[in-house]
């Protein structure tokens, strides 16, 4: 099983950014998809997840209208577009993989699979 997250960067505020992840070894299209991240100090915290299908997207509130989650079952890809970014969004940003139901998403130890991570640094 591998997921493999990039898509990381250094860019400044107000910029745009988009997040890959790209999965293998286990049935893309079963699991629902999310997106947490964690800042120097802080807890891995949950961003986003997607439906099976990706008929259905999950965000957490504060992020809801600058990030956009999606995926491409057809490519074994889930997506991060992440809008106006701000410094706070400074973090390394996972990809993860879980079978958990809707009311569990936004719990790390819901799922099952992680990615190594990809570092996003955004400048004021």
């Known amino acids: 099983v591998q997921l493999q997250a990039s898509g990381g960067g250094l860019v400044q505020a107000g910029d745009s950014l988009r997040l890959s992840c790209a999965a293998s070894g286990f049935t893309f299209s079963t699991y629902r998809m999310g997106w947490f991240r964690q800042a120097p100090g802080d807890e891995r915290e949950f961003v986003a997840a997607?439906?099976?299908?990706?008929?259905?997207?999950y965000y957490t509130d504060s992020l809801k209208g600058r990030f956009t989650v999606s995926r491409d079952n057809a490519k074994n890809a889930v997506y991060l577009q992440m809008n106006s970014l701000k410094p706070e969004d400074t973090a390394v940003y996972y990809c993860?993989?879980?079978?958990?139901?809707?009311?569990?998403?936004?719990?790390?130890?819901?799922?099952?699979?992680w990615g190594q991570g990809t570092l996003v640094t955004v400048s004021s």
């Open positions: 993860a993989a879980t079978r958990t139901v809707v009311s569990g998403l936004q719990s790390r130890d819901n799922y099952r699979y």
């Open positions: 997607i439906s099976e299908s990706g008929g259905r997207t």
